[in-house]
């Protein structure tokens, strides 16, 4: 699914101050390219973020960022699952600070995420998070982009395709189209 920029800017504009969060963070995601080894993408155990995965994957295939190409790194991994769907969490045990930890959370409490997002940090992995207000993923996150658990589902959704329709080719946009105005709800 290809995603125009006509349909990004207008997320951004509904999103008001969110949607210029959101693509200052898809900025920062896709503005690394000399020294990123992987990015790797993790949920919760409760939910995990096929789609964003997928919209990223193809994103990044299209537009040639093969260093933005995401492993899904899941919490179950089902019998016979093809390979590229069967990454185990356990695979943050082997992540290096040449390669960035995308959290893509819509809940809290969950101290084992907490536990391994530290653990990869301390590796010096860069750590990125998209998140519903966890304010202890915000701590672990060099970076992230917060949204309030006051706004909508909808609203998590969009800043979730925001983000991987704009990293992809936040190298190609900064010049063309970044600094436009974003309405203040």
Not at 69 to 75: D, E, K, N
Not at 98 to 109: A, D, R, Y
């Amino acid at each position: 699914m290809e995603t125009s920029t006509r349909a990004t800017r207008r997320w951004v504009k509904d999103l008001g101050e969110l949607g210029a969060d959101s693509l200052r963070f898809a900025r920062a995601l896709g503005g690394r390219r000399e020294s990123s080894d992987g990015l790797l993408v993790v949920g919760t155990a409760e939910y995990e973020p096929w789609h964003f995965v997928a919209h990223f994957a193809e994103e990044a295939t299209r537009t040639g960022r093969i260093d933005l190409r995401p492993t899904w790194v899941r919490w179950n991994v089902p019998p016979g699952a093809p390979p590229h769907l069967a990454v185990s969490v356990d695979r943050l045990s082997e992540a290096t600070r040449h390669q960035t930890l995308l959290v893509v959370s819509s809940c809290s409490n969950s101290p084992e995420l907490l536990e391994r997002v530290s653990d990869v940090k301390k590796r010096g992995a860069r750590i990125m998070s998209v998140h519903r207000g966890d304010d202890e993923l915000s701590d672990l996150s060099h970076e992230m982009v917060a949204v309030s658990r006051q706004r909508p589902d909808h609203d998590f959704d969009l800043t979730q395709h925001i983000v991987s329709d704009v990293a992809p080719t936040a190298e190609d946009r900064a010049r063309t189209w970044w600094p436009w105005r974003v309405a203040k709800r």
